[in-house]
T-cell receptor, first 116, second 112 residues
């Protein structure tokens, strides 16, 4: 089966500019996650969608970050305006999320963002 | 905040040796998972151990879980250069959202 697709793979912008990332999850996966991974650290969850509804966005800096998942499939994550500390890899993951089962997440290759 | 903390932060071994990585966590869990991340890539799921299991095997991987100590270990036997990667433990908490909380990772280098 096709994996999680993300684009672009790399993005360099200047601070205060805006940027958007796109994710296409594995077909049939209802749950989609966006993570931020700063160099040398583990991924930190930004937002979790179940179909096209938000399950948790408690760690999303809502003053500058926004995300949507239209029609419960593709998703976009936007940063506006970007700050230097937003430099990181942004990972998208999807899962089937069986409520009483264990959830294995499948990750895309990530988008490496550099803010100058 | 990161629930799991891996130890050591970095590990360098010779090909053929075994590699052991440890993970400690703070709160009750449903299960614990290990993921691998090659440089510049996304994470790949390796193995999952449920809270009522103590040990699990998958190929050259062996995972143990001690819920009384809130700790887990990942053993890679007969390591290969291709095992060079970062390894992360992730805990699945008892909330209904079933989110994963990742540790900070162990960077494993296997020298040929």
């Amino acid at each position: 089966e096709a994996g999680v697709a993300q684009s672009p793979r790399y993005k360099i912008i200047e601070k205060r500019q805006s940027v958007a990332f796109w994710c296409n999850p594995i077909s049939g996966h209802a749950t989609l996650y966006w993570y931020q991974q700063i160099l040398g650290q583990g991924p930190k969850l930004l937002i979790q969608f179940q179909n096209n509804g938000v399950v948790d966005d408690s760690q999303l800096p809502k003053d500058r970050f926004s995300a949507e998942r239209l029609k419960g499939v593709d998703s976009t994550l936007k940063i506006q305006p970007a700050k230097l500390e937003d430099s990181a890899v942004y990972l998208c993951a999807s899962s089937q999320l069986r409520y009483r089962g264990a959830d294995t997440q499948y990750f895309g290759p990530g988008t490496r963002l550099t803010v100058l | 905040s990161q629930q799991g903390e891996e130890d050591p932060q970095a590990l360098s071994i010779q090909e053929g040796e075994n590699a052991t990585m440890n993970c400690s966590y703070k709160t009750s869990i449903n299960n614990l998972q290990w993921y691998r991340q090659n440089s510049g890539r996304g994470l790949v799921h390796l193995i999952l151990i449920r809270s009522n299991e103590r040990e699990k095997h998958s190929g050259r991987l062996r995972v143990t879980l001690d819920t009384s100590k809130k700790s887990s270990s990942l053993l890679i036997t007969a390591s290969r250069a291709a095992d060079t990667a970062s390894y992360f433990c992730a805990t699945d908490g008892k909330g209904s959202a079933r989110q994963l909380t990742f540790g900070s990772g162990t960077q494993l280098t296997v020298l040929p």
